[in-house]
T-cell receptor
Framework: SQTIHQWPATLVQPVGSPLSLECTVE??????LYWYRQAAGRGLQLLFY??????ISSEVPQNLSASRPQDRQFILSSKKLLLSDSGFYLC???????????FGDGTRLSIL | SQQGEEDPQALSIQEGENATMNCSYK?????LQWYRQNSGRGLVHLIL?????REKHSGRLRVTLDTSKKSSSLLITASRAADTASYFC????????????FGQGTELSVKP
């Protein structure tokens, strides 16, 4: 069966520090991969999605970037975090676009 | 602009009662999906209904879709305390290239 792992679960970082969040999927090949951010009590904002290795589409101009160095690995990064980067970050995968997405348990990021 | 809007934003009921949540959207869709999110966790896919379907059932869940009104409803029958969670609709719209657009969610509280 397919599983998705996302870590760390919580992270507290100072303003201006770098960020690296990792997501890996097991049990499937060539998944579509997604990074979302969720503000408290709000819906999900799509940040990046990827349909294959090295193929990244950015949805919102921002302080973040994403990379897909391997088929089942998706990384969210920042060189310098801003206070506004705080939030709950979720990684997800799907077989094809438009089909059900399967989510990791998220990373709670707090910027001090 | 927001594609999916849930109504109500919050709903509190007693165990055993039925819970109905509504979702409205703006543009033509390929499918509409409902997800559940327990506090501090990732989203879990519940059910997908395609644009040519009017009703789907899964256990205690019943989803309807009215494409003429651009709306959907999720009914949870005989609710349990364990159904307490946030529920989101997400649309796969014709013009979104397979990306899902999530609504803001309905927070359901089921009191024992």
């Amino acid at each position: 069966s397919q599983t998705i792992h996302q870590w760390p679960a919580t992270l507290v970082q100072p303003v201006g520090s770098p960020l690296s969040l990792e997501c890996t999927v097991e049990g499937t090949s060539n998944p579509n991969l997604y990074w979302y951010r969720q503000a408290a009590g709000r819906g999900l904002q799509l940040l990046f999605y990827s349909v294959g290795i090295g193929q990244i589409s950015s949805e919102v101009p921002q302080n973040l970037s994403a990379s897909r160095p391997q088929d089942r690995q998706f990384i969210l990064s920042s060189k310098k975090l801003l206070l506004s980067d705080s939030g709950f970050y979720l990684c997800a995968w799907s077989v094809n676009r438009g089909e059900p997405q399967h989510f990791g348990d998220g990373t709670r990021l707090s910027i001090l | 602009s927001q594609q999916g809007e849930e109504d109500p934003q919050a709903l509190s009921i007693q165990e055993g009662e039925n819970a109905t949540m509504n979702c409205s959207y703006k543009t033509s869709i390929n499918n509409l999906q409902w997800y559940r999110q327990n506090s501090g966790r990732g989203l879990v896919h519940l059910i997908l209904i395609r644009s040519n379907e009017r009703e789907k059932h899964s256990g205690r869940l019943r989803v309807t879709l009215d494409t003429s009104k651009k709306s959907s409803s999720l009914l949870i029958t005989a609710s349990r305390a364990a159904d307490t969670a946030s529920y989101f609709c997400a649309t796969d719209a014709y013009n979104q290239g397979g990306k899902l657009i999530f609504g803001q969610g309905t927070e359901l509280s089921v009191k024992p």
